[in-house]
C-alpha cells in the first residue's frame, strides 16, 4: 500500500493478515498477484495453505503464476503434489513454467518423475526451465533421465542428454556415448559437449572415432575434439595431430583441436618422450 507525503509516494508495509485478506477476496487481480508475491518475500510458511488454495482455485493465471513462485521461494514439501498438479494440468503456460522451477527448488524424489514428464510439453519454455530443474535436483535424477534417452521426441533426448552432463553422475557415460550415433545432429551436438562434462577416459574411442568422420557434422567433430581436450586423454595426440596437419587452413574444427592438442600436452609433457621439442613445434601449426 502507498500513501502520499508532501506529494511523494510512501511505501506502506501491510500485516500478514491484510495480505490474506487480499489474497482471498480483493477483486483486483494486480492486489491479489502481489500479495501472494509479498508473501513468498516474507517467507512465513504460515502463507503456505493460502498460496496452494489460490495455485488450484483462482481463475487468473498471473495469480496462479504468483503463487507458484512464491510457494517454490517458501520450500516447504506441503505445496509439492499441488505444484505437481499444475506443472501436469495448468493450461497457462507461464504457472507451468513457474510450478517447474518452484519443484527445482523443492527437490527430492517425487518431483523428478512429473519433471522428466515435461520434458514434452507442448511448449518449449515448459521443457527447457524443467530441465532446468532436474539439473538443480542432482543425482536422484540420473535414472529417469538416462531412460528419457530413448524417448521418440528429438527435443526430449537432447534436454535429457544436456542434463546428464551437467549433473555429472558417471554412470551416463556408456548412455551418452550411444547418444553420439542419433540420428538428429542436436542430440549429437549435446552427446559430444556432456561427454566433456562427464569427465571420463571411457567416452575417449568413442569420441576420436566421431572427430575423425569426416561425413559427421562439423559443429559435432569440434564438439568431440573440444571434449578430447577436457578429457586430457594421451591417446587423442595422434588424432587430433593428423587432423590439423592434413587441413589446408584452420577453420573452427582444426582451431579447437590445435586447442585441445596444446592443453593435453600440457597436462601431460612430463610423460611424453620428446613433448618439451613438440610444445615447441606446435604454435607453428596456428
Same mark, same amino acid.
Given at each position: 500500500?502507498?500513501?502520499?507525503?508532501?506529494?511523494?509516494?510512501?511505501?506502506?508495509?501491510?500485516?500478514?493478515?491484510?495480505?490474506?485478506?487480499?489474497?482471498?477476496?480483493?477483486?483486483?487481480?494486480?492486489?491479489?498477484?502481489?500479495?501472494?508475491?509479498?508473501?513468498?518475500?516474507?517467507?512465513?510458511?504460515?502463507?503456505?495453505?493460502? %498460496? /496452494? =488454495?489460490? @495455485?488450484?482455485? $483462482?481463475? #487468473?493465471?498471473?495469480? *496462479?503464476?504468483?503463487? !507458484?513462485?512464491? +510457494?517454490?521461494? &517458501?520450500?516447504?514439501?506441503?505445496?509439492?503434489?499441488? %505444484? /505437481? =498438479?499444475? @506443472?501436469?494440468? $495448468?493450461? #497457462?503456460?507461464?504457472? *507451468?513454467?513457474?510450478? !517447474?522451477?518452484? +519443484?527445482?527448488? &523443492?527437490?527430492?524424489?517425487?518431483?523428478?518423475?512429473? %519433471?522428466?514428464?515435461? @520434458?514434452?510439453?507442448?511448449?518449449?519454455?515448459?521443457?527447457?526451465?524443467?530441465?532446468?530443474?532436474?539439473?538443480?535436483?542432482?543425482?536422484?535424477?540420473?535414472?529417469?533421465?538416462?531412460?528419457?534417452?530413448?524417448?521418440?521426441?528429438?527435443?526430449?533426448?537432447?534436454?535429457?542428454?544436456?542434463?546428464?552432463?551437467?549433473?555429472?553422475?558417471?554412470?551416463?557415460?556408456?548412455?551418452?556415448?550411444?547418444?553420439?550415433?542419433?540420428?538428429?545432429?542436436?542430440?549429437?551436438?549435446?552427446?559430444?559437449?556432456?561427454?566433456?562434462?562427464?569427465?571420463?577416459?571411457?567416452?575417449?574411442?568413442?569420441?576420436?572415432?566421431?572427430?575423425?568422420?569426416?561425413?559427421?557434422?562439423?559443429?559435432?567433430?569440434?564438439?568431440?575434439?573440444?571434449?578430447?581436450?577436457?578429457?586430457?586423454?594421451?591417446?587423442?595426440?595422434?588424432?587430433?595431430?593428423?587432423?590439423?596437419?592434413?587441413?589446408?587452413?584452420?577453420?573452427?574444427?582444426?582451431?579447437?583441436?590445435?586447442?585441445?592438442?596444446?592443453?593435453?600436452?600440457?597436462?601431460?609433457?612430463?610423460?611424453?618422450?620428446?613433448?618439451?621439442?613438440?610444445?615447441?613445434?606446435?604454435?607453428?601449426?596456428?
Amino acid at each position: 500500500m502507498a500513501i502520499s507525503v508532501n506529494g511523494k509516494k510512501k511505501q506502506v508495509k501491510k500485516t500478514f493478515e491484510e495480505l490474506l485478506q487480499d489474497l482471498k477476496t480483493n477483486n483486483s487481480e494486480k492486489v491479489r498477484y502481489n500479495a501472494a508475491r509479498m508473501f513468498g518475500e516474507m517467507g512465513d510458511r504460515n502463507a503456505v495453505e493460502p %498460496l /496452494i =488454495d489460490v @495455485l488450484k482455485n $483462482d481463475k #487468473n493465471g498471473s495469480v *496462479r503464476l504468483y503463487a !507458484a513462485r512464491a +510457494l517454490g521461494e &517458501l520450500g516447504d514439501s506441503r505445496a509439492t503434489i499441488h %505444484l /505437481i =498438479d499444475s @506443472l501436469r494440468n $495448468d493450461r #497457462n503456460v507461464d504457472v *507451468r513454467v513457474r510450478a !517447474a522451477r518452484a +519443484l527445482g527448488k &523443492l527437490g527430492g524424489e517425487i518431483v523428478v518423475e512429473p %519433471l522428466v514428464e515435461a @520434458l514434452n510439453d507442448e511448449n518449449p519454455q515448459v521443457c527447457i526451465t524443467s530441465t532446468d530443474a532436474l539439473i538443480e535436483i542432482g543425482d536422484v535424477a540420473t535414472d529417469a533421465l538416462m531412460e528419457s534417452l530413448d524417448h521418440e521426441k528429438v527435443n526430449v533426448r537432447c534436454d535429457a542428454t544436456r542434463a546428464l552432463g551437467e549433473i555429472g553422475n558417471k554412470k551416463a557415460v556408456d548412455k551418452i556415448i550411444n547418444m553420439l550415433y542419433d540420428e538428429w545432429v542436436n542430440v549429437r551436438i549435446y552427446a559430444v559437449t556432456s561427454l566433456g562434462k562427464l569427465n571420463d577416459i571411457k567416452a575417449v574411442p568413442a569420441l576420436i572415432e566421431v572427430m575423425k568422420n569426416a561425413d559427421e557434422n562439423e559443429l559435432v567433430r569440434a564438439g568431440a575434439a573440444a571434449a578430447l581436450g577436457v578429457l586430457r586423454d594421451t591417446r587423442a595426440l595422434l588424432p587430433l595431430r593428423e587432423l590439423i596437419m592434413e587441413a589446408e587452413e584452420l577453420g573452427e574444427l582444426e582451431d579447437t583441436a590445435l586447442k585441445s592438442f596444446k592443453k593435453i600436452m600440457a597436462a601431460n609433457w612430463q610423460s611424453i618422450p620428446g613433448a618439451t621439442l613438440q610444445q615447441k613445434k606446435t604454435p607453428a601449426m596456428a
